[in-house]
């Protein structure tokens, strides 16, 4: 298996299109211990939130989509939108040219500079690709807009839900960064054995996913893993833990876990919550606090909040 992985800046890197001829033969490193693996034949039964009603002002449709957001958060922070104003060609187009990018010889991709905060822009994968990938370029460049428009829409509707200010969290986080990430697992025959990506939450406020056709995807809830059928014109919502820590007081109503705040922006409840739910029960902390516990300290999973809360309690002496 050596041609199939080397080493690079210290880490390992596969060739994909060569793990695919060994199918196997899988490296240690893609299997998961067994109490990480997970089987399920459950599918979540969520019904599909339509969010036209909610932009256009219609009351009916926008009582009847808050009630069914507070309700999936209140359960696990998760949710499936559809009619929610991105253009599905769009998105189709976005599925399409990463896959032109996945393609490219090992070699070739490992020359691409990788460099935190660079925008998804023409001028950005002209530069790295070549002219070839202008219109790569233009098709991330409008949908990174068309998300973060999304998520200023996502952002009001959860404010609605909670009964607070409209406004209130867009506004919160209306300087913030958005990230966009595009990710592929190769075919695997013996899937049993390996994970794309483990159990985690995220640590950031907001996630939109695109989920293509092939599927893959499971929700943890109710002690169960429940999987995602992919719906051609469905967005994924997740709230991530700092949307979580956002709204968390001492109450038996909790909103479960991308979008993130400036790095120096304190996170905290709004004080009208605190006023009408209860005492609050995690400290005001930074993003940067966040960011920096998660990558330097501790992979995100299901206790990623608690051993955040012990971890910066420790560090500030609090």
Same mark, same amino acid.
């Given at each position: 298996?050596?041609?199939?992985?080397?080493?690079?800046?210290?880490?390992?890197?596969?060739?994909?299109?060569?793990?695919?001829?060994?199918?196997?033969?899988?490296?240690?490193?893609?299997?998961?211990?067994?109490?990480?693996?997970?089987?399920?034949?459950?599918?979540?039964?969520?019904?599909?939130?339509?969010?036209?009603?909610?932009?256009?002002?219609?009351?009916?449709?926008?009582?009847?989509?808050?009630?069914?957001?507070?309700?999936?958060?209140?359960?696990?922070?998760?949710?499936?939108?559809?009619?929610?104003?991105?253009?599905?060609?769009?998105?189709?187009?976005?599925?399409?040219?990463?896959?032109?990018?996945?393609?490219?010889?090992?070699?070739?991709?490992?020359?691409?500079?990788?460099?935190?905060?660079?925008?998804?822009?023409?001028?950005?994968?002209?530069?790295?690709?070549?002219?070839?990938?202008?219109?790569?370029?233009?098709?991330?460049?409008?949908?990174?807009?068309? %998300?973060?428009?999304?998520?200023?829409?996502?952002?009001?509707?959860?404010?609605?839900?909670?009964?607070?200010?409209? %406004?209130?969290?867009? !506004?919160?986080?209306?300087?913030?960064?958005?990230?966009?990430?595009?990710?592929?697992?190769?075919?695997?025959?013996?899937?049993?054995?390996?994970?794309?990506?483990?159990?985690?939450?995220?640590?950031?406020?907001?996630?939109?996913?695109?989920?293509?056709?092939?599927?893959?995807?499971?929700?943890?809830?109710?002690?169960?893993?429940?999987?995602?059928?992919?719906?051609? !014109?469905?967005?994924?919502?997740?709230?991530?833990?700092?949307? %979580?820590?956002?709204?968390?007081?001492?109450?038996?109503?909790?909103?479960?876990?991308?979008?993130?705040?400036?790095?120096?922006?304190?996170?905290?409840?709004?004080?009208?919550?605190?006023?009408?739910?209860?005492?609050?029960?995690?400290?005001?902390?930074?993003?940067?606090?966040?960011?920096?516990?998660?990558?330097?300290?501790?992979?995100?999973?299901?206790?990623?909040?608690?051993?955040?809360?012990?971890?910066?309690?420790?560090?500030?002496?609090?």
């Amino acid at each position: 298996m050596e041609e199939e992985k080397k080493i690079e800046n210290g880490i390992f890197v596969f060739d994909h299109s060569k793990l695919q001829t060994q199918a196997n033969n899988i490296p240690s490193e893609f299997i998961w211990p067994t109490s990480e693996i997970y089987h399920t034949q459950k599918e979540l039964s969520e019904p599909l939130i339509g969010l036209q009603g909610f932009i256009t002002g219609d009351e009916s449709a926008t009582a009847e989509a808050v009630e069914l957001i507070r309700t999936a958060c209140l359960k696990h922070g998760f949710f499936q939108v559809i009619n929610h104003g991105v253009d599905v060609n769009l998105m189709n187009a976005a599925a399409e040219e990463i896959d032109t990018i996945f393609e490219l010889p090992l070699e070739k991709k490992l020359s691409i500079p990788k460099k935190p905060g660079s925008p998804a822009s023409v001028h950005y994968l002209k530069s790295v690709l070549g002219q070839d990938f202008e219109r790569t370029g233009w098709v991330y460049q409008r949908y990174c807009k068309s %998300m973060q428009k999304l998520s200023g829409v996502i952002f009001e509707i959860l404010a609605v839900s909670l009964g607070v200010d409209r %406004m209130h969290f867009k !506004d919160y986080f209306e300087d913030g960064s958005s990230i966009m990430r595009c990710k592929y697992y190769p075919p695997c025959d013996n899937s049993g054995l390996v994970l794309g990506t483990g159990p985690r939450s995220h640590p950031t406020a907001l996630t939109i996913l695109y989920q293509d056709q092939v599927g893959g995807l499971e929700v943890y809830t109710n002690n169960n893993w429940y999987s995602v059928r992919p719906r051609p !014109d469905a967005l994924l919502i997740n709230l991530g833990d700092t949307f %979580m820590w956002r709204t968390e007081i001492e109450t038996e109503d909790h909103w479960f876990s991308s979008l993130v705040q400036k790095k120096t922006k304190v996170v905290r409840p709004p004080e009208y919550l605190v006023l009408r739910e209860g005492p609050r029960i995690y400290p005001d902390f930074t993003w940067s606090d966040l960011l920096n516990f998660t990558q330097k300290h501790y992979r995100p999973n299901f206790t990623a909040l608690q051993s955040f809360v012990h971890w910066f309690s420790s560090s500030k002496n609090i």
